[in-house]
């Protein structure tokens, strides 16, 4: 069976509770929920976990390439200004999903560049919890037909 880790920034453990933010209603234990029931289905095992401490984010990175077939990323604020996140990112073999629940390039014009994208297979931004499913479903579409 595949392995995916899934691992979300600074304060995404606050997610749902600004329901008039910019990160809807849902809660992170909700979009947790959401994302190992679309795993279940989609075959994989799923390791969903937030922190908001850069190193952690580093050294689960880094667990990640011992096993891990695949990888999602939501680094939030780190996403502008991590570069050793990045380096921990370019380490890591398999496919890397970035995740961003909002459009980061409609927000602030700091948030416009992202220095996880440079180790990025891909990213969806700005579809809320949809994102992070459609992630998942391309991630497991990436790690079954590893490309050539």
């Known amino acids: 069976m595949q392995n995916v880790m899934f691992l979300n920034g600074p304060n995404a453990n606050l997610y749902g509770l600004d329901p008039k933010g910019t990160y809807g209603t849902d809660s ?10 679309r795993a279940a289905e989609l075959g994989f095992t799923l390791d969903f976990r937030q922190s908001n401490h850069e190193g952690v984010l580093i050294d689960w990175i880094q667990e990640a390439r011992q096993s891990c077939d695949g990888l999602l990323i939501n680094a939030a604020g780190l996403t502008y200004t991590s570069i050793a996140i990045l380096d921990a990112l370019l380490a890591f073999d398999g496919p890397i999903i970035e995740c961003h629940m909002s459009n980061i390039w409609k927000r602030e014009a700091f948030r416009s560049h992202s220095f996880i994208s440079k180790a990025a297979t891909g ?6 919890v949809q994102g992070y499913l459609l992630g998942l479903t391309a991630i ?6 590893p490309a050539a």
């Open 28 to 37: 992170f234990p909700q979009i947790e929920a959401a994302c190992m029931a």
């Open 123 to 128: 990213v969806i931004a700005g579809l809320g």
């Open 140 to 145: 497991g579409t990436l790690i079954a037909e």
